[in-house]
């Protein structure tokens, strides 16, 4: 690689995020921040990481085999452009549309509010135009608010659990809720999930969700990667970026093999809410989940590469929150176990 080269893939970066992660990965090593900034370019240019990677999996305590063994950003992308067929992902990035294509896998009542409204952007895709969804009128809000308690509210495109509302439904007058609904643009509206009790334990505020993500290979779905989210604090979403904790586990037992981790990679022994030891928790209904994913991966194949995010309910079995055509490789990942790194995903799919 020559000097064009590296300063092209540096062009456009917040290198003031670098600097800052180089000076609180410099105050735990002890390096000169300027060293380690100098680390982390190299990385970023080298293993495709960014300033991101580089702090989570602590890179600058790894040799040149362990970081190229990382799923990286960068190598994240890679495997989305090399299994993903772009026309086709609007499936994934609407939350109506996924709704309505994986509603056999959904498992609950939803709706779109917003009378002579269709939702869900097809232009410049491969998708039928009726893969749009409309948009419902007042009456079709009361009725479905009719027997619920609360509700949870979502916008369509924001990602990370951003914009999502959870609505006590006597609290609002129903002309009311549907102009919020409307107006704050965020017109999908689903029953809430009743969890499945041992899912409970990991918290009991949010519904803690089983992340499984699978790559479409020659027809057939493999199971590549997967951790489990939950909730903390009170918090009714189990995102990282909601302060959420994270766990990997074994992908043939669904038993957790980790410790759990924040977005900052704070350590976790035991549940913060109920004191339940993590590693060694094991997954309800596991082979159900497995079955439930890899029956969805075949409902749009031209979409291969798919982070699913499973809740196990109490009355209905594992069922869909959504699936993500581009899975974060932050949060099913911890690479001292070589559990979701690029090397392990190579191992399964070529390797068998």
């Known amino acids: 690689m020559n000097l064009s080269f590296y300063l092209k893939k540096l062009k456009g970066l917040d290198l003031s ?20 900034l100098l680390d982390i370019y190299f990385c970023t240019i080298k293993y495709g990481s960014g300033h991101v990677d580089y702090e989570a999996f602590r890179m600058y305590e790894k040799n040149s085999r362990q970081r190229a063994e990382i799923l990286t950003v960068g190598k994240n992308n890679k495997l989305y452009k090399q299994f993903n067929d772009l026309r086709y992902i609007n499936y994934f990035e609407s939350k109506a549309m996924f709704n309505k294509k994986f509603d056999e896998y959904v498992k609950r009542d939803w709706m779109l509010a917003g009378e002579g409204i269709l939702y869900g952007e097809t232009e410049g895709t491969a998708l ?13 809000l009361r009725e ?72 479409l290979q020659n027809g057939e779905a493999k199971i590549v990667a997967g951790g489990i989210r939950m909730g903390q604090n009170g918090i009714f979403v189990d995102n990282f970026n909601a302060g959420g904790i994270g766990v990997v586990y074994d992908l043939n037992t669904g038993v957790v093999i980790s410790d759990g981790y ?14 339940v030891t993590l590693k060694g928790f094991r997954i309800p209904q596991w082979e159900e989940i497995v079955k439930l994913v890899k029956e969805a991966s075949l409902v749009v194949p031209q979409v291969g590469y798919v982070g699913w995010d499973v809740a196990v309910s109490a009355d209905r079995g594992p069922l869909l929150i959504e699936g993500n055509s581009y899975p974060g490789q932050d949060n099913a990942q911890e690479p001292d176990l070589d559990a979701g790194t690029y090397s392990s995903i190579m191992r399964i799919l070529y390797e068998g």
């Open 128 to 140: 039928p135009s009726d893969a749009r969804v409309p948009g419902q009128g007042i009456e079709a």
């Open 144 to 215: 479905f608010i009719r027997d619920k308690e609360y509700i949870i509210a979502k916008p369509l495109g924001l990602s990370c659990g951003s914009g999502i509302e959870k609505i006590k439904v006597s609290d609002w007058d129903p002309e009311a809720l549907y102009d919020h609904l409307v107006k704050d643009s965020k017109p999908l509206v689903e029953e809430v999930v009743r969890q499945h009790k041992t899912m409970d334990l990991l918290c009991s505020t949010s519904v803690n969700t089983i992340r499984v993500i699978t790559i």
């Open 17 to 36: 995020r670098f600097r800052e992660t180089a000076k609180r990965v410099s105050a735990i090593t002890g390096r000169p921040w300027r060293a380690v």
């Open 262 to 275: 924040d977005k900052q990679r704070g350590v976790y022994k035991t549940v913060p809410e109920s004191g």
